[in-house]
């Protein structure tokens, strides 16, 4: 007779395969540039740097028309939101007449250091159409200007404000959480409602420049503390205004577990958590128009200026072997919640050179035994 471990495995298996099935490339990040005007210590894609009083033009490597005809390109895919980033992305001067083109097929959100995003800019953005940005504020001013250096916080405030005051539908503070700013992350979390605007925590993982700095990272009791805050952030100011990668915890949201291990439920993308997405509902795309998975720019496996991502959706070998769960190893191919969450395929990749190793950072049991 099987018990309720195995009967939780094999529905949540079932159901994970068929949303696999007719799993569609729904959201985006596409690098615009890979040139940045801040030369932050935790870059995880090393972007080239260009001081904000330097006379030279970074050189895009993505023409205006290319960067179009890659919209028109995954807007048949069925990608219905594109994160444009960059490097910092106000770096183009086009940015509008992007973010006017690509918000007449799709929605269009942006990540920014804020540096550039004066009063101008943000009612030019709003008019074009842009309906999410999210600033990076990875700490209070000392932490803040200590990775991004000297008046980049206040330049985050101001932008914040802009953007709130130009209309953008949601603007959102993003905080790249490490042991150094760890413990402002209440504060930061408050600071963000007491602007209006909304928060999301991101963890910090040594790539790109980052790639040395591995000591920043969060211990799994830090991660574990943290998560747990957030989750309780959430009941205090509501779900849709505090966000984190909820990997690990969804062990422990019962009705997450009750929905997605009933048999009778849909396993569309907002019926069923199938955890990590990489590969699954998401990717990305380099500043040379080449599709990535995940946040690991490294990791292409199709070019956007020649191929259809319908297709490259379909064929990549590698995406083939992020969606099939059973190649998951170590802890994360023993867990019983494997099907809805799946580790962080980024950690892993970051950390062991094998996105579908055993995720490094996860806290949770296995069985009775913790493992630290």
Known sequence: MKNERDNFLEITREKFYRAIEECKPLFAWFSLTDACNLDCKHCFINARYYPPDSPELPNHELSIQEVFSIIDNIAEAGTE?????????????DLTDIVGYASSRINVAMNSNGYLLDERLCWDLAMAGLSQVKISVDGLKKNHDWYRGEGSFQ?????????????????????TLTNQNYDELEKVVELSMDMGVDFTMVEFLPLGRASEGKEWALSKQQLEKAQRYLVEAQKRYGWQ????????????????????????QPCGFYDFCVGCITGIYS???????????????????????????????????LFKIIRCRENLKGK????????????????????????????????????NKLET
């Not at 330049?155 to 905080?175: E, S, Y």
């Not at 205004?241 to 009778?264: G, L, Q, W």
């Not at 040379?288 to 991502?309: F, H, I, Q």
């Open 81 to 93: 939101i594109v994160m444009f980033a960059g490097g910092e992305p106000t770096l183009r001067k």
């Open 155 to 175: 330049k985050t405030m101001d932008a914040l404000k802009n953007l709130v005051n130009a209309g953008i539908p949601k603007v959102i503070l993003i905080m």
């Open 241 to 264: 205004r505090v966000a984190f990668e909820n990997r690990y915890i969804v062990a422990e949201d019962e009705y997450c577990k009750r929905i997605c291990s009933d048999p009778n």
């Open 283 to 317: 990717y990305c795309i380099t500043s040379s128009g080449k599709v990535a998975a995940g946040d690991v720019m490294t990791l292409e496996v199709g070019d956007l200026r020649k191929e259809r991502l319908k297709d490259i959706w379909k064929n990549a070998e």
């Open 332 to 367: 994360c191919g023993k867990c019983q919640y494997r099907y809805i969450c799946g580790g962080c395929r980024r950690r892993a990749y970051a950390y062991t050179g094998d996105i579908m190793a055993a995720d490094p950072g996860c806290w949770r049991a296995v069985g």
